[in-house]
C-alpha cells in the first residue's frame, strides 16, 4: 500500500477538511450535474458549443470524483492509507480525464474559432458527425496517454518508501520513491507530453488572436458583446486549467515542497470542477435559461 499526504494530524482540522472538500465535491456534482441535464433535455442547447460543454462538465464530474472522495473518507476515518492497486487505477483515471479535458479545450477553442472568424462555413465545418470524431479523439486520446504512463510508472521499481507527498496519487511523487535512475523512461514520455500540450497551448493562443481580432472588428456591439459572453468562459477556464497543472508538473525542484505541491494540486484537481460550471452559466443566456427551466421543472414536479 501507500501513505499519501495528510491535510492535519489535529482531528478537528480533519473534520475541516472533510467539511470544506464535501462543499466543494456538492458544489461540482450539483454545477456539473445541472449542465449535463439541461444541454441533454432542452433542444435549444443542442449545438457542436453546448455538445462540448456536455463533455466537458461529464469530464469535470468524473476527474474529482477520482481525487476527492477518497480523501475525504481518508480524513473521516483518520487513516492515510490507498491500496497499490487502488493507487494505480487512481493514477490511470485521473491521468486520462486530466488528459482529455485538456484535448477538449483544445477542440472548443477551434469552435469558436470557426464560429465567430468563419461562421458562414460553421454549419459545414462543424457537423454533428464532426464533433462527435472531435470529442471520441479527446476521450481517445486520453484514454491511451492515461494507459502508457500508468503501465509505464508502476512498471518502475519504488525503494525510497511508501509515503506519498500528496492527496492522491500522482505520476510526479511516485517518480519520487523510485529508485535511483529507473525514473528516467517516464520523465522522458512526460517531457513529450508536455510538448504536445504546449503545442494544443500554442494552437489555443493562436485561435484567440484571431477571435479577438474579429471580434473587435464587428461593427454591431451586441455582435460584439454575444461573441464574448461565448468566449470569455472558455478562456478563462483554459487560463486556471493551464496555469496551475502546467506550474505544478514543470515547477522547478528547487522550490518545490510538500505544501506548495498540495496547494497546486487542490488548485488544478479540485477548483476547477466545481468553479467551471459557474464560469460557463454566468454570462451566457441561452444556458442561464435552460438551467432556469430545468430548477423550475423539478420544483413544479415537488409540488
Same mark, same amino acid.
Given at each position: ?19 470544506? +472538500? ?9 454545477? /456539473? ?9 432542452? #433542444?435549444?442547447? #443542442?449545438?457542436?458549443?453546448?455538445? +462540448? ?20 473518507? /481518508?480524513?473521516? %476515518? ?20 486530466? $488528459? ?20 458562414? #462555413?460553421?454549419? $459545414?465545418?462543424?457537423?454533428?458527425? $464532426? ?7 479527446? %476521450? ?11 503501465? /509505464? ?8 518508501? /511508501? ?29 513529450? !507530453?508536455?510538448?504536445?500540450?504546449? !503545442? ?32 470569455? *468562459? ?9 496555469? $496551475?497543472? +502546467? ?24 477548483? *476547477? *470542477?466545481?468553479?467551471n460550471p459557474l464560469i460557463y452559466s454566468m454570462r451566457n443566456k441561452e444556458l442561464k435559461e435552460a438551467l432556469k427551466k430545468l430548477v423550475q421543472f423539478v420544483l413544479f414536479q415537488q409540488q
Amino acid at each position: 500500500e501507500f501513505l499519501l499526504l495528510a491535510f492535519a494530524d489535529m482531528r478537528e482540522l480533519q473534520l475541516l477538511h472533510f467539511s470544506l +472538500f464535501l462543499g466543494i465535491y456538492l458544489a461540482a456534482l450539483l454545477g /456539473n450535474g445541472l449542465i449535463i441535464t439541461a444541454v441533454a433535455c432542452d #433542444h435549444h442547447l #443542442h449545438t457542436p458549443m453546448y455538445f +462540448f460543454l456536455f463533455n466537458l462538465s461529464l469530464l469535470d464530474l468524473s476527474s474529482i470524483s477520482v481525487t476527492v472522495p477518497k480523501s475525504m473518507a /481518508n480524513s473521516l %476515518w483518520d487513516t492515510r492509507a490507498i491500496s497499490y492497486s487502488g493507487c494505480a487505477v487512481q493514477v490511470f483515471f485521473f491521468f486520462f480525464l486530466f $488528459t482529455a479535458e485538456f484535448y477538449l479545450l483544445t477542440v472548443m477553442a477551434y469552435d469558436r474559432y470557426v464560429a465567430i472568424c468563419k461562421p458562414l #462555413h460553421y454549419g $459545414t465545418l462543424m457537423g454533428s458527425r $464532426t464533433c462527435v470524431k472531435m470529442a471520441a479523439a479527446a %476521450w481517445a486520446s486520453g484514454f491511451l496517454h492515461a494507459l502508457i504512463h500508468t503501465a /509505464n510508472t508502476f512498471s518502475i521499481p519504488l525503494c525510497q518508501g /511508501n509515503t506519498v507527498d500528496q492527496f492522491f496519487c500522482e505520476i510526479p511523487q511516485i517518480l519520487k520513491l523510485s529508485c535511483s535512475g529507473t525514473y528516467l523512461r517516464e520523465a522522458g514520455l512526460i517531457v513529450v !507530453g508536455a510538448c504536445l500540450s504546449l !503545442g494544443c497551448f500554442i494552437f489555443i493562443v493562436l485561435s484567440y488572436v484571431q477571435i479577438f481580432t474579429a471580434v473587435l472588428r464587428m461593427p454591431s456591439e451586441q455582435g460584439r458583446n454575444k461573441a464574448f459572453s461565448t468566449c470569455l *468562459p472558455h478562456l478563462a477556464v483554459v487560463c486556471l486549467f493551464i496555469s $496551475t497543472s +502546467f506550474f505544478a508538473y514543470l515547477q522547478p525542484p528547487s522550490i518545490s515542497s510538500p505544501a506548495l505541491d498540495l496547494v497546486l494540486a487542490v488548485l488544478y484537481a479540485v477548483v *476547477p *470542477p466545481a468553479v467551471n460550471p459557474l464560469i460557463y452559466s454566468m454570462r451566457n443566456k441561452e444556458l442561464k435559461e435552460a438551467l432556469k427551466k430545468l430548477v423550475q421543472f423539478v420544483l413544479f414536479q415537488q409540488q
